[in-house]
């Protein structure tokens, strides 16, 4: 069975801080692809990264910077010095290779006030 | 290519009336997912294809819930008799996924449906 769990609900913080949304997943297949999406106010889904199962490296794209860890399931987004355009509602994903589902995180609302 | 497409963006509609909702997969793409979003569920996947064969609906919350995808540039998903619970927004996405190579999925701009 395919799980993706974003603990965390909502998150608030203060422009410039750094700030990690977690993303911990289960899944039995030995391929599969991890995304994260971000969902603005005015709700579109939009793709930020897609890292598959043997890629372990991790990546840094501007402020944004993901790690991803097999021996815990997990697949970790930062946001350094964020800014206020970075509110929004941010979704873990798993794509499963053998099967095509792709399936969600519940999300994680990020405030970042001024 | 236009991206993802979805039809209409907003349907308000009264309890025990059917509703439709139509999507348009980016050529080429031969996977497509339909989502439902809530504030209580979040993103939940209802069913979705591969080539046009459903190959899991068992997101799909009811007999009222039905998809088809009669060819690789159309899909419906229909609500018949539509109740109040089921308003939400509804996402259709497509993706590459032939021989393994998955490629992330593109999301159209969602249907916000209404039932009063």
């Known amino acids: 069975a395919q799980k993706v769990t974003q603990a965390q609900t909502e998150i608030s913080v203060v422009e410039k801080e750094d700030v990690t949304l977690d993303c911990v997943y289960e899944?039995?297949?030995?391929?599969?692809?991890l995304f994260w999406y971000k969902q603005p106010p005015s709700g579109e889904l939009v793709f930020l990264i897609r890292?598959?199962?043997?890629?372990?490296q991790n990546e840094i794209s501007g402020r944004y910077s993901w790690n991803f860890q097999k021996s815990t399931s997990s697949f970790n987004f930062t946001i350094t010095a964020s800014q206020v355009v970075d509110s929004a509602v941010y979704f873990c994903a798993l794509h499963s290779s053998n099967t095509g589902k792709l399936i969600f995180g519940q999300g994680t609302t990020l405030q970042v006030k001024p | 290519d236009a991206g993802v497409i979805q039809s209409p963006r907003h349907e308000v509609t009264e309890m025990g009336q059917e509703v439709t909702l139509r999507c348009k997969p980016i050529?080429?793409?031969?996977?497509l997912f339909w989502y439902r979003q809530t504030m209580m569920r979040g993103l939940e996947l209802l069913i979705y294809?591969?080539?046009?064969?459903?190959?899991?609906d068992s997101g799909m919350p009811e007999d009222r819930f039905s998809a088809k995808m009669p060819n690789a540039s159309f899909s419906t998903l229909k609500i018949q008799p539509s109740e109040p619970r089921d308003s939400a927004v509804y996402f259709c996405?497509?993706?590459f996924g032939t021989g393994g190579l998955n490629t992330e999925a593109f999301f159209g701009q969602g249907t916000r449906l209404t039932v009063v």
């Open positions: 050529s080429g793409h031969d996977y």
């Open positions: 899944t039995r297949d030995t391929t599969y692809y």
């Open positions: 996405a497509s993706s």
């Open positions: 890292r598959n199962s043997f890629d372990e």
């Open positions: 294809f591969n080539n046009n064969v459903p190959i899991d």
